[in-house]
């Protein structure tokens, strides 16, 4: 599988702003945000989407979740609100091929999404 910017992130062979680490995930800001609180999560494992995740998968996905729901809390946005984002394919705009869930939030986001 060829490696991803991510990858190098993950490898601390490039800068980012990392807001989070553990044994299983990371997360940091993205480069180009969306929102005024744009994070990415990210797991240590190479997956490269929703489409290639296994199921033995499963409870590492559900970890991603957890750690948005936890940077969420801690960053006060429970009560605005944020929105938790996977891009799956090309035609979701997916450009980075390791899978990673978008935490959006601090301003007023609109739906359906572009
Ligand atoms: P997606 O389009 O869902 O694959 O999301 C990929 C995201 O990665 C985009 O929002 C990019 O802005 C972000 N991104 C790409 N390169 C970097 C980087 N070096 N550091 C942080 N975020 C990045």
């Not at 490696?3 to 993950?10: G, R």
């Not at 989407?49 to 409870?59: R, S, Y």
């Not at 979701?92 to 601090?106: E, S």
Request: charged content about 20%.
């Amino acid at each position: 599988m060829a490696s991803t910017v991510f990858n190098k992130i993950l490898r601390k062979e490039i800068p980012a702003e990392i807001v989070h680490e553990d044994e299983l995930c990371i997360a940091f800001c993205d480069i180009n945000p969306q929102a005024p609180t744009h994070v990415l999560i990210i797991p240590r494992k190479e997956i490269q989407g929703i489409n290639a995740m296994a199921d033995e998968d499963v409870p590492l996905v559900g970890h991603l979740f957890r750690v948005a729901r936890d940077l969420a809390r801690a960053g006060g946005l429970e009560d605005g609100g944020y929105r938790l984002v996977i891009n799956t394919g090309a035609d979701a705009g997916q450009t980075v091929f390791h899978l990673h869930v978008h935490l959006l939030a601090g301003r007023t986001l609109t739906w359906p999404p572009g």
